[in-house]
């Protein structure tokens, strides 16, 4: 079983940065791919963006693409989105999630494990 633990939401502003990190621990193997995920109140979950085990390919959602960038260190086990030109309309909670077959994929049933969150305020 693989545990994750995001960290790193926040209160920003408008045209702001903030990078959120997504810890994983556990597991026997760590060829999967990993991915975010935000939902924002009274919202369906919706994909952000997914990255492969080696950190060669990434996939983004329409709405983050060319602000937001996953990126993941082996070392540490960890995944990052760092999160930039922040608009009100990106205030959600923020999940990471593991896929154990390595597929990079938007879909959330893919996703075997779930951290609980971490919320993410943009003020305007």
């Known amino acids: 079983q693989v545990h994750l633990v995001e960290s790193g939401g926040g209160l920003v502003q408008a045209g702001g940065s903030l990078r959120l990190s997504c810890a994983a621990s556990g597991g026997t193997s760590r060829s999967y791919a990993m991915g975010w995920f935000r939902q924002a109140p009274g919202k369906a979950r919706q994909f952000v963006a997914a990255?492969?085990?080696?950190?060669?390919?990434?996939y983004y959602g329409d709405s983050v693409k060319g602000r937001f960038t996953v990126s993941r260190d082996s070392a540490k086990n960890t995944m990052y989105l760092q999160m930039n030109s922040l608009k009100p309309e990106d205030t959600a909670v923020y999940y990471c999630?593991?896929?154990?077959?390595?597929?990079?994929?938007?879909?959330?049933?893919?996703?075997?494990?779930w951290g609980q969150g971490t919320q993410v305020t943009v003020s305007s």
């Open positions: 990255i492969s085990w080696s950190g060669g390919t990434t």
């Open positions: 999630a593991a896929e154990m077959s390595g597929r990079v994929t938007r879909w959330e049933y893919e996703y075997d494990y």
